[in-house]
């Protein structure tokens, strides 16, 4: 385990039964509280992809946010918000998704990604991947090539990857 990876799971912090019974969630937010593990989280991401030539990062609500924002200023690109419906005040295009306990849906600005565009998908956590899925067959929609999609914490138990076929996944830390 790097020196990374062992900085965040000594900082992550367990919360059994939210949302609901059985869950053990993955809390970030003490990461966020520290500005220096912060940093060389965005810094460990931009590093893997500075030679990729991505124009867009994308990152989805509202987490995704927090990571993407950093990571496409770090990179020099456009961040583009995947949104909940009805939060984008232009026009926009969507995708419904199935959830393990209902569905979901992600939108984004019509003109957010320009065909043949490179895209890097960021998230904090990769769970069973339906909503990096989701979001990778959104900037599909709008033409634009998913390079990778990467994330803070992987659950890699839920096989999320396997929903991303063959888009190449990163994780700092995968539990």
Do not use: W
């Not at 583009?80 to 005040?89: D, H, W």
């Not at 306990?101 to 600005?109: A, F, I």
Request: with cysteine; net charge negative.
């Amino acid at each position: 385990m790097s020196d990374l990876q062992q900085r965040l799971d000594a900082t992550i912090r367990d919360i059994p039964d939210f949302p609901k019974p059985g869950i053990l969630f993955k809390d970030i937010t003490p990461v966020l509280s520290d500005p220096g593990l912060l940093g060389d989280v965005i810094d460990y991401l931009a590093e893997l992809y500075h030679d990729k030539d991505i124009d867009a990062v994308v990152g989805m609500e509202s987490r995704g946010f927090i990571f993407g924002t950093p990571l496409a200023l770090s990179l020099g690109t456009a961040f583009v918000p995947a949104r909940k419906p009805g939060k984008l005040p232009y026009k926009s295009v969507g995708y419904e998704y199935e959830l393990e306990y209902g569905t979901n849906r992600l939108e984004m600005h019509v003109d957010a990604i320009k065909p043949g565009q490179r895209v890097l998908v960021v998230d904090d956590l990769l769970a069973t991947g339906g909503t990096a899925d989701a979001t990778c067959k959104l900037i599909r929609q709008l033409g634009g090539e998913v390079v990778a999609c990467c994330f803070v914490v992987e659950l890699g138990f839920l096989n999320g990857r396997e929903k991303l076929g063959d888009v190449p996944v990163e994780s700092v830390i995968i539990f």
